[in-house]
């Protein structure tokens, strides 16, 4: 089972970028679907974003669409994250993800966080304004 380890996150202020970066471990990494989700405080867990096991497929949230892109080099076992334009409506804790079997274009449904295989510690992302 792959390891993942997110990193990347600060305190920005609105309409700032930042870079996450999910580094994972173990001989699997190019088997399994990826993505992101964050939770901000008093909220439940949210999909951002999703990418399948070669990179050529990606998906987002309406929230994070046109702001935030989505990417993976399994060469060098990392998941990235790169976040434009952000708002303070993005502030929460973002969580790299991995499953070997749930395909990433159903990530976004309600609940399938409940389902995913691996999750890293997160990361606290705090956008002022």
């Known amino acids: 089972q792959v390891q993942l380890a997110e990193s990347g996150g600060g305190s920005v202020q609105a309409g700032d970028s930042l870079r996450l970066s999910c580094a994972g471990s173990?001989?699997?990494?190019?088997?399994?679907?990826m993505g992101w989700f964050r939770q901000a405080p008093g909220k439940e867990r949210e999909f951002v974003a999703s990418?399948?096991?070669?990179?050529?497929?990606?998906y987002y949230s309406d929230s994070v669409k046109g702001r935030f892109t989505v990417a993976r080099n399994n060469a060098e076992n990392t998941l990235y994250l790169q976040m434009n334009s952000l708002k303070p409506e993005d502030t929460a804790i973002y969580y790299c993800?991995?499953?070997?079997?749930?395909?990433?274009?159903?990530?976004?449904?309600?609940?399938?966080?409940?389902?995913?295989?691996?999750w890293g510690q997160g990361t606290l992302v705090t956008v002022s304004s």
């Open positions: 990418i399948n096991w070669s990179g050529g497929s990606t």
């Open positions: 993800a991995a499953d070997p079997n749930r395909g990433s274009s159903t990530w976004y449904i309600t609940g399938a966080n409940n389902y995913l295989e691996v």
């Open positions: 173990g001989r699997t990494f190019s088997r399994y679907e």
